[in-house]
């Protein structure tokens, strides 16, 4: 089959690869219809994720139609049209049972973490969904079912594999409420649908922070809110601290790990987190009002180990973080985009064949063509 695989950093090719077989009863095998890629998939090919193998197949937010199902396998039959949630999760452990399955203690035979589809060795080593096939284990817990007599097109589903309900949890955990003043750092796919909710949740000022031009646009014209370029100012987090006098009740930083830097810059940039460096964690640190919360969304790893915690000491600042336990949240969010109440595909800006991921990946990671979110057709 075609997959997308790791070849090296800002290196993908689409490959021929042995297609899955079903390995254990509960597995299903998925085909896969859609298959999106994201933000995340970027620190992949940066580098920033260890343990990546030559030839790991990568992608987590895929969809389909089930080909083939283990024997134990009961909660989907084949034909069925799944979404499969980023998440492996096994459905029994005391993280999956208590709403946090991107944890599962059962899925990572190489670590302590959860695991996730095509993700790196260290995050369980599960070739991804960037291909016309998918293994999908545990399949009797995490599959979410699309029912039969479900009309809508593959665009609007897809991205309930992760970032529409990655975007949910992060306003959510981060508890946005009624007249709260949020700020969004970061204007990509998952930026821009935390923007979305932010406002469902009843926040009265939403202000979006990016320095992409059409991506500031995007976020201005379809989400409505007011956004700022950090680029031009010195310190946009004080000044949006002037501007909502004493800051963001809630900091939302919808960026993570900055692919544009070199390992040895990162480690600079790390080290100057104290110091005031303008990467989006410390913008969001000096945005939030005293006793206010900051979530992070965006992915971070081992190389921001130093943070600024004396500061945020001093100011009751509560943070919140972590990989989004999408799996609970995707029936209601499924029924809200049936009646119509939630429409994510104003972020489309691309729809290209598997075999175009190489470019695909380009324009998406240098923000190139008006590149705001790329869906892959196998
Ligand atoms: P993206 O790369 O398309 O978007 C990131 C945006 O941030 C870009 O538009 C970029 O210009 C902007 N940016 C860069 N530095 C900035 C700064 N200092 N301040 C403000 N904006 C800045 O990626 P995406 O698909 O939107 O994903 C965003 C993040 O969410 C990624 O880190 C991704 O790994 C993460 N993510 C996390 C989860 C989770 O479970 N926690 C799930 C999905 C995605
Ligand atoms: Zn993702
Ligand atoms: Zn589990």
């Known amino acids: 089959m075609k997959a997308v695989t790791f070849q090296g950093i800002k290196d993908v090719q689409v490959k021929q690869m042995p297609a899955p077989s079903i390995l254990k009863p509960d597995d299903i095998i998925v085909k896969i219809t859609s298959t999106a890629i994201c933000g995340s998939d970027l620190h992949l090919i940066h580098g920033m994720i260890p343990n990546m193998p030559h030839d790991f197949i990568i992608g987590h937010e895929p969809m389909g139609i089930v080909e083939e199902v283990g024997p134990n396998v009961t909660k989907v039959k084949k034909c069925d049209r799944v979404i499969i949630p980023f998440t492996i999760a096994c459905g029994r452990c005391w993280y999956c049972q208590n709403h946090l399955e991107s944890q599962c203690d059962a899925s990572n035979p190489n670590g302590e973490t959860g695991a996730y589809f095509g993700y790196s060795e260290t995050f369980g080593g599960y070739p991804g969904g960037q291909a016309e096939y998918l293994r999908v284990p545990f399949a009797n817990f995490a599959p979410f079912v699309i029912p039969e007599d479900c009309e809508l097109e593959d665009e609007k589903l897809l991205f309930l594999s992760d970032i529409i309900p990655t975007a949910f949890w992060g306003v959510d955990e981060a508890g946005v409420k009624d007249g709260d003043t949020v700020v ?66 809630v900091v939302i930083d919808c960026v993570g790990l900055d692919g544009k830097m070199t390992p040895l810059e990162m480690l600079g940039s790390a080290l100057k987190l104290q110091g005031g460096a303008m990467g989006a964690i410390v913008i969001a640190s000096q945005a939030v009002r005293k006793g206010g919360t900051i979530q992070l969304v965006g992915v971070y790893g081992s190389r921001y180990n130093q943070f600024p915690l004396g500061d945020l000491f001093a100011r009751n600042i509560t943070v919140k973080m972590g990989q989004a336990p999408v799996i609970h949240y995707i029936p209601t969010l499924y029924e809200w985009i049936v009646e119509g109440k939630f429409d994510p595909t104003d972020i489309i800006s691309h729809r290209l064949p598997l075999d175009e991921a190489k470019h695909a990946y380009e324009i998406f990671d240098e923000k190139k063509d008006g590149c705001i979110k790329v869906v892959l057709k196998p």
């Open 184 to 249: 969004v750092l970061g204007c990509g796919p998952v930026g821009l649908l935390t923007q979305k909710f932010a406002w469902m949740k009843g926040a009265k000022r939403v202000i979006a922070v990016d320095y992409i031009d059409y991506r500031l646009e995007h976020a201005r014209k379809t989400n409505r809110v007011e956004t700022l370029d950090f680029t031009q100012y010195e310190n946009v987090g004080e000044y949006i601290k002037e501007i909502t006098g004493g800051g963001a009740d």
